[in-house]
C-alpha cells in the first residue's frame, strides 16, 4: 500500500466557497432548530432486518437516518490455536468503516476505539459459559457514517447475535445523547456531534433494566446528567421494543 | 443417509449426481445465471454508487471524486483507482487483520478492465487543462461473498460509474478547485463554472462478465461459493455492449479448457450481457422517474 500512495499525486474533495465552520451561536438557545427537523429528544427513525448476509451465522443491517451499518456474526468456532484452553466462550469484536463513510474520503476513524467498546458493552449480555472452548466473531463495518455510529453498531450486533442463535440475557440497546450548551438532544447526526459540549451513551438490557456500558465525556452538570440519563433509558426501552418486533417478524416470516 | 449429511462428506459426488440430471444444487439449469438487481445511489455520501446482488453475492461501489494537478505528461486527462475490499463481514473465510487473498487480484482484474475497455475516456474527467482533474475514487466492498465475485463487482463497479454525477465547480482566485452549491444556480454564481456541461461521465461501451465453471464435459455459468470450492476450474469472459471480446481469464485450475468449452462459454456470456444490459437500463429509468 506504502508504494501505492507514493505513485498517485496528491488529492483534495472540492469544499463549498462559503464555508462556515464554526458553531452557529442558535445551537445553544431555546429556539434552535436541528439540521434535520426532530424534535430535541426524537430519535431518527430507525429501520432493522437481520439476515443481510447469507454466508454469515447471523446478520443484520441497521439504518437509522445517514447511519449505515452491517454486522455479522460468525460461530461459535474454534480458537485461534495460540489461545490458552477456556471453559468459557470468548467474544471477538471489530469495527471498520468503509473509505466513503465519511464526506470527505479517508477520514474515518480506523475502528480500534470502537472495536473495544463493542465488545465491552456485549460481554456482559452474553452467556459465554454456553459456548466454552470457542470463540464468537461479531464484524461490524460502517457503510456510511451520519452520527451517532457507535450506539447504532451495538444495537445493530446485538440483533445480528440473536440472528446467529448466541444465547444471550437480553437484547442490547444503545442511545446516546449531545449536550449542547442548554440543550439535550439524543440520537444525535455527524452536524451536532461535531458542536457538543459534551456527549453521553448508554448501552442497556432493557428488559432486566441493567446497563452494560455507559461513557460520559465533557461538561456535564449533576441535573442534566440525570435528565440524559432518563431520556436514555427510556429511548433505549423503546428501541429494545423495536429490535424485539424485527427479531419476532423474521421468525414469523415465511422462509422462502 | 440424509442428504445434508451426503451433501457435506461427499461434496463432489453430491454435485456430480445433480449433474447427470442437468440441474444444480440450488434448481437451476447449468447454464443459468442467478438472479440479478441493482440499484442505483445507495450512499448519500459518494459522487455515484450503486449496490449490485447476484443471488446473494453482494457488492457496493461508490465513486468519490476529488481534484488532482494532472501528471505533466497528460495534462488534459484524469484518473481512475480501483479499490476492491473484502471485509470480515462478508465471508467465514476472512479474519481482520488477515485480508483475503482474492481480493488484490480482483482489484487488478477490475483495473485493468475498466481503463482498457474504452468504457471511460480520461479526457472526459479533465477540469482545467495542466490545472486540475477529476480523481475518481472507486471503492468495492463486498457485503456478501457466495461465489462470482469479480462478475458481482464489474457490475457494481460500471453501475456506479453510471450512476456518476459530477458536481458543479469553479476555479478560484487562489487555484484551487471550489463547489458551487445547487441553490444559487445561474447567474447567483460569482465564478464561472468550468464544467457546466459536463455533469455526467460519458460512457461508451460497458464491459459485463460472466464466470463459468468447467467440469468434466458440463459448464456451470455462475456458480456460487459452494460450486467454485468444488470444481476449481473456472474461466471469466468479459465482453462489452457491443459483444466485443474485452478480456478472457482462465487462471489454472485443474481443469483443462477445450477450445469447443471455451465458445460455448462465450455464448453464454453474450446471452448474460443482454440481460445485464437490460437490467442496468431498468435500474438507470427507475431513477430517473424517481
Redesign the interface.
Given at each position: 500500500m506504502a508504494g501505492k500512495i507514493s505513485n498517485t499525486p496528491a488529492t483534495y474533495t472540492p469544499s463549498p466557497t462559503s464555508q462556515n465552520k464554526k458553531r452557529p451561536s442558535t445551537v445553544t438557545g431555546s429556539d434552535w432548530v436541528r439540521p434535520d427537523g426532530r424534535g430535541l429528544h426524537q430519535c431518527r427513525p430507525a429501520f432493522l432486518r437481520t439476515g443481510a448476509v447469507n454466508s454469515a451465522s447471523g446478520s443484520a443491517y441497521a439504518e437509522f437516518g445517514n447511519t449505515k451499518v452491517i454486522v455479522s456474526v460468525f460461530g461459535p468456532r474454534e480458537s485461534k490455536k495460540a489461545m490458552m484452553y477456556s471453559d468459557i466462550g470468548r467474544l471477538n469484536c471489530n469495527v471498520s468503516y468503509t473509505s466513503f463513510a465519511t464526506p470527505i474520503r479517508g477520514q474515518a476513524s480506523e475502528g480500534k476505539d470502537l472495536s473495544s467498546m463493542l465488545h465491552k458493552a456485549l460481554e456482559g449480555a452474553i452467556i459465554l459459559e454456553s459456548f466454552p472452548k470457542t470463540t464468537v466473531d461479531v464484524f461490524a463495518l460502517v457503510l456510511e457514517s451520519g452520527g451517532s455510529d457507535l450506539p447504532v453498531v451495538i444495537s445493530c450486533a446485538s440483533l445480528a447475535l440473536s440472528d446467529a442463535g448466541i444465547r444471550l440475557y437480553d437484547i442490547v440497546a444503545s442511545v446516546s445523547m449531545s449536550c449542547l450548551g442548554k440543550n439535550l438532544v439524543i440520537d444525535p447526526v455527524s452536524e451536532e456531534e461535531s458542536y457538543q459540549d459534551g456527549s453521553l451513551m448508554i448501552t442497556c438490557m432493557p428488559s432486566r433494566n441493567e446497563v452494560t456500558q455507559m461513557t460520559v465525556t465533557g461538561e456535564w452538570s449533576t441535573p442534566k446528567i440525570h435528565e440524559a440519563m432518563q431520556l436514555c433509558l427510556d429511548a433505549c426501552w423503546k428501541l429494545g421494543k423495536i429490535m424485539r418486533s424485527c427479531l419476532k417478524e423474521a421468525v414469523s416470516a415465511p422462509e422462502e | 443417509m440424509e442428504v445434508d449429511a451426503f451433501r457435506r462428506l461427499f461434496p463432489l459426488r453430491f454435485h456430480e449426481r445433480h449433474l447427470l440430471e442437468s440441474i444444480r444444487p440450488d434448481g437451476r439449469p447449468l447454464g443459468r445465471a442467478r438472479d440479478t438487481t441493482i440499484a442505483l445511489g445507495a450512499?448519500?455520501?459518494?459522487n455515484g454508487?450503486a449496490l449490485a446482488k447476484i443471488g446473494?453475492t453482494?457488492m457496493?461501489a461508490?465513486v468519490?471524486?476529488?481534484?488532482?494537478?494532472p501528471?505533466a505528461e497528460s495534462p488534459d486527462e484524469g484518473?481512475i483507482?480501483i479499490?476492491f475490499?473484502m471485509?470480515?463481514?462478508?465471508?467465514?473465510l476472512v479474519?481482520?487483520g488477515r485480508p483475503a487473498e482474492a481480493a488484490p487480484v480482483i482489484t487488478k482484474q477490475l483495473t485493468d478492465i475498466i481503463l482498457s475497455s474504452g468504457m471511460i475516456d480520461l479526457k472526459e474527467l479533465s477540469l482545467v487543462s495542466g490545472k486540475a482533474a477529476w480523481?475518481a475514487?472507486l471503492?468495492i466492498?463486498c457485503?456478501?461473498?457466495?461465489g462470482a465475485l469479480f462478475d458481482a463487482a464489474l457490475l457494481s463497479a460500471v453501475a456506479a460509474f453510471s450512476h456518476l454525477q459530477i458536481?458543479v465547480?469553479s476555479l478560484?482566485d487562489n487555484g484551487?478547485?471550489?463547489?458551487?452549491?445547487e441553490e444559487n444556480s445561474g447567474a447567483m454564481w460569482?465564478?464561472e463554472p468550468v464544467n457546466k456541461e459536463k455533469r455526467k461521465l460519458k460512457l461508451d461501451t460497458l464491459p459485463f462478465s460472466l464466470t463459468c465453471v468447467l467440469h468434466k464435459n458440463y459448464i456451470l455459468a455462475d456458480p456460487s461459493?459452494e460450486e467454485e470450492s468444488i470444481m476449481e476450474t473456472y474461466l471469466t469472459v468479459v465482453l462489452d455492449s457491443s459483444m466485443q471480446l474485452v478480456s478472457l481469464n482462465k487462471p489454472g485450475g485443474p481443469g483443462l479448457a477445450q477450445t469447443s468449452a471455451i465458445q460455448d462459454c462465450v455464448a453464454l456470456t453474450i446471452q448474460r450481457v443482454k440481460e445485464l444490459q437490460k437490467i442496468l437500463n431498468e435500474a438507470i429509468s427507475d431513477m430517473e422517474v424517481d
Open positions: - | 450512499v448519500a455520501s459518494a454508487s446473494c453482494t457496493l461508490a468519490k471524486l476529488e481534484v488532482m494537478t501528471k484518473c483507482v479499490d475490499h471485509p470480515p463481514i462478508c465471508s467465514p479474519r481482520p480523481m475514487y471503492d466492498y457485503l456478501d461473498a457466495d458536481p465547480v478560484n484551487r478547485i471550489v463547489l458551487l452549491s460569482e465564478k461459493a
